[in-house]
């Protein structure tokens, strides 16, 4: 074993070892501080992991480490057993990152706490991993094709489509936070990583010494990305409005008086106008949520459900920071207003109690032959 290859190894396990250690130590401290929150009493607990499974990602790659280091030091480096060991930690890491992006909130809708959709990515995830491992006992570790190790090709373009989610979910996440350097560092950074993997398949792509350098500049850089992620995190939680300090009054077709005073938002009016059916799903909403119970005071949005997509639930959160005219530091978000409660269910976030509707315009709109379902939930 060469100078290089053991400083790399040793080196590829303590930075992994201490940036899993400082994401888990995050994640959890979060976890408790902010519990209300993230939970908001519902029966349901939903626990947002996405940096405890970046945390584990990072442990991985020490087991990984670890292995390589064994195979040197004990001479199977390079052998059947060694490439085994190897394919079963990138399985695994793969997995991780993948279930990391199920909570990035900004991931492409697809992957994005859609539990059919990453079932399915896993199993292709798996499929691939032992379609590797085959033929690498097939052809062998070693065999090649022009410098072309035909055996890891299939492990290299799932590496490539994992790499784009993964740009995709920062750039977009760092974007909307206004850190643009950040965002644009994380796409090299991860880009990187996918170009560390390019020698696996073309052996004389670059040299040991490169190819090294190349993983440990990546790896660490997406450390700090993580802890730059976190921090974001945070700072979201904690700007985050609260559910009983949020009021909402339908006062009539279109009209609505809303109060968010942690966003300096007092008993505004906000005049829907045309934005109809904006308006109406709000209503649905702000009823589910007075008058229904447990399951019933949420709507299943996509999946064949009363709101055909997400992009419903968008439209409302952009009109009213248009119509009120909000600064950048009091638009609301999403999330604000609206709480993912699982399976494609979202709920209103603000307490039943906090919620008013004029009898009147109740009476009116549960009479509807189209809603009669409200109406069976109201009495």
Known sequence: ??????????????????????LLAIWYNIRMRFRPILEEGTKEKRVDKGLLFLSLAMFTWVLAGIWGLVGYYYGFANTAPANIGERMFSIVNNLFLLLSLFYFYYAP??????????????????????????????????????????????????????SALLMISFYKTFMHRQLKTVAIISVVVIGLMFVSQLPEVFKDSMTVFTNNLIKIVSKTSLIAICLVLATTWVIRLASMPKPNEMTIHFLDWSLVKISIPSKDIHNQLIDFGSKATQYRNLLKFAIRRKFGEGKTQSILVGNGGELSNQTYLTRIIININEIMNLTEGQQLERRDLFTFIGYGMYRLRMIPEHIQIDEGLLSEFIQNADNQKYADLCN
């Open 109 to 162: 809708p697809f992957i994005y706490n859609n539990e059919k959709n990453v079932g399915v990515i896993i199993g292709i995830i798996v499929g691939v991993s032992l379609v590797t491992l085959g033929l690498n006992h097939w052809f062998g570790p070693q065999t090649d094709t022009d410098n072309i190790n035909i055996s890891n090709i299939p492990d290299l373009i799932l590496s490539g489509f994992l």
């Open 1 to 22: 074993m060469t100078d290089i290859i053991k400083f790399h190894l040793l080196a590829h396990i303590f930075i992994s070892a201490i940036g899993g250690m400082l």
